[in-house]
């Protein structure tokens, strides 16, 4: 087992962190939720950032889109029952009682549909509002070892998003462990580095 998975005996979990930027501005006017990148929105006054600035396009997501509600799966289920998530949407997702006051949950996000072209890899940007603890592993193996991220940061945003967890990911679908928590909702956005603009 590599050093960077984690152990987590009848619970998996994925640790998720998110990176803090100074200055990203969902409050600007030069932001539009269905044109180009730099395009202005009068309406919202979001900032489209392009997902080369990963932070920035998370940011404008949450300040453009209402979330999209999410109920996930309990730790126990097997990952090809767990809501799917993808990027270019922000995702508020409901965990599941633990019964010892903190919550957890699965999703399941399916890399190599989401913009990562098969046999490469890309890193992936999950972003949330705390300091959520993720873990990924693959799908189809419900006895691997979840892997925590390859880097985890802070970032700033006018819209609440304070954390950052980014995992290397092939072309393949992924359970994505969260919790445990003191939460019982986490706020999530992915971003593939690099794009497409839609993402």
């Keep these: ?34 044109g180009d990148v730099g395009t202005e929105d009068m309406t919202s006054g979001c900032v489209k950032k392009p997902p080369t600035d990963p932070a920035g396009h998370a940011c404008w997501h949450v300040c453009e889109e209402t979330p999209i509600e999410v109920a996930a799966a309990t730790t126990s ?29 699965v999703i399941r996000f399916d ?37 925590g991220p390859d880097s985890t940061g802070s970032i700033t945003c006018d819209q609440g998003l304070s954390r950052e967890s980014v995992f290397e990911m092939q072309s393949d679908a992924y359970a994505v462990d969260i919790g445990p928590t003191d939460d019982q909702e986490a706020t999530l956005v992915i971003v593939p580095f690099g794009g497409p603009d839609n993402a």
Aim: proline letters at 6%.
């Design 1 to 34: 087992m590599s050093n960077r998975s984690l152990a987590f005996g009848a619970t998996p979990i994925i640790t998720a962190a998110l990176l803090f930027i100074g200055g990203v501005g969902c409050g600007s006017s030069d932001g539009d939720p269905t």
């Design 77 to 105: 289920d097997d990952a090809s029952t767990a809501p799917e998530v993808s990027f270019g949407s922000t995702y508020r997702i409901s965990l599941n009682d633990n019964g010892d006051d903190t919550y957890s949950g």
């Design 111 to 147: 890399a190599g549909a989401n913009a990562i072209a098969d046999g490469s890899s890309k890193n992936i940007h999950f972003f949330t509002v705390r300091d959520v603890p993720f873990a990924i592993r693959p799908a189809s193996d419900s006895s691997a070892d979840p892997t």
